[in-house]
């Protein structure tokens, strides 16, 4: 993640995070991303069932039940393992991480074993009764999907009346008190409704936005033809800043992110080099606390039937089951030589991401794209929009 918010208007001081002495056990949450000990964010897709039919989704989710998902007891066992082994957060997604039964119940327990627990759901199904249960098990952070205004978000979503029954799930969450934001992945289909999205969290009040850039995973494998070009995510990323900027010249202090794309810290800061000296140095030294991308480091992926995954775009990858291994054994395990690889991967890039000056603090970007473009693991990210002058 790369905090636009964080770095570009100065929401964030190199300070913030050294005070807590960066150990992910202390860390506020918008602060995890500059940790030092990089435990794992643990995404556990609950259930590959969901309401919707996106055309991007990396599990390939529909409305049916799946057979062999993880029992509540399962469940339980993993959170506890999570739990010991330091994870400082459990993100329930899917699918449709509401259309599991019991839901409440393992996000209750979460927090109840310390975790901080976080929900990626679509909102559709997020009635007043459910933002109440939600605030009742004191969930860190609910992050609702959307991918532009009404009829460019229901196209994308598949399912006509997607956007009206997100919005009203977000509110919902809102008057609960619950602390609720946008994730809204960009592509050709909907890059322009970046500055509609910015408009929306104005007028609902919406503390935060993260911007997807594109994973070719999943249904997703099949739009890399609709990602955006370089110049393209140039602009937008830069659209983003500018957006940003608006807001909190407004005296509104969002936070907002991009995601899946760490060329985004050095395009930020380069732009900084030109606008402002001092906060330029200070974004540098905030990046290389960040590290880049950490597949296979501080993110982690369990799926519905307890494979272990790298990241939760790479199921083609499966380094275990938490039902015949604890997830910590897994995670630590590096005779797996993909894991070892991610784990200690710059000797091992190739091509640009070899050569660049910015490899500390990027780490080479996603390793998922790569292998979807090139066949290769360790080529260079095919959605690097960085300049070869402002790589060498």
Excluded at 135 to 160: A, H, P, T, W
Excluded at 307 to 315: E, G, I, N, T
Aim: proline share 4%.
């Amino acid at each position: 993640m790369i905090g636009i918010s964080k770095l570009y208007c100065g929401a964030v001081e190199p300070s913030d995070a050294l005070r807590y002495g960066r150990d992910s056990s202390k860390l506020p949450s918008h602060l995890l991303q500059f940790s030092k000990d990089k435990k794992p964010v643990v995404v556990w897709n609950c259930t590959r069932r969901c309401n919707l039919k996106c055309v991007h989704c990396y599990a390939q989710s529909r409305d049916i039940r799946y057979k062999g998902e993880l029992t509540t007891q399962e469940g339980k066992a993993l959170v506890d393992d999570l739990a010991d082994f330091g994870a400082p957060v459990i993100l329930f997604s899917g699918g449709e991480p509401l259309m599991r039964e019991d839901i409440f119940k393992l996000a209750s327990y979460a927090r109840k074993k310390g975790l901080r627990a976080v929900i990626s759901t679509n909102g559709t199904l997020i009635t007043p009764e459910v933002a109440r249960r939600l605030r009742e098990i004191e969930l860190s952070y609910v992050g609702i999907s959307l991918d532009g205004m009404r009829e460019v978000n229901d196209k994308f979503r598949g399912v006509k009346g997607a956007f009206d029954t997100a919005l009203d799930g977000i509110r919902n969450c809102r008057r609960e008190g619950i602390k609720v934001g946008l994730r809204f992945t960009i592509n050709k289909r909907n890059a322009q409704e970046i500055p509609p999205i910015f408009r929306l969290l104005e007028e609902e009040g919406i503390p935060r936005v993260c911007f997807y850039h594109l994973v070719y995973s999943g249904r997703g494998s099949k739009l890399i033809e609709e990602d955006l070009s370089h110049g393209e995510t140039r602009r937008a990323v830069n659209q983003i800043m500018d957006l940003t900027k608006g807001l909190f010249d407004r005296d509104i202090p969002t936070e907002v992110l991009t995601v899946d794309n760490h060329a985004d810290g050095p395009y930020v800061y380069l732009r900084l080099l030109r606008e402002n000296l001092k906060r330029a140095e200070e974004v540098y030294e905030l990046l290389q606390m960040n590290e880049g991308n950490s597949t296979g480091i501080g993110i982690g992926c369990v799926s519905w039937d307890g494979s272990v995954h790298p990241d939760q775009f790479w199921r083609q990858h499966t380094l275990g089951n938490v039902r015949e291994r604890k997830f910590s054994d897994i995670w630590m395990d590096t005779s797996n030589p993909l894991m070892a690889g991610l784990k200690n991967r710059k000797s091992l890039l190739k091509g640009r991401c070899a050569e660049c000056r910015w490899l500390n603090i990027c780490n080479g970007n996603f390793r998922a794209r790569a292998e979807a473009v090139y066949g290769d693991v360790w080529a260079s990210d095919p959605a690097c929009y960085l300049t070869d002058e402002e790589i060498l």
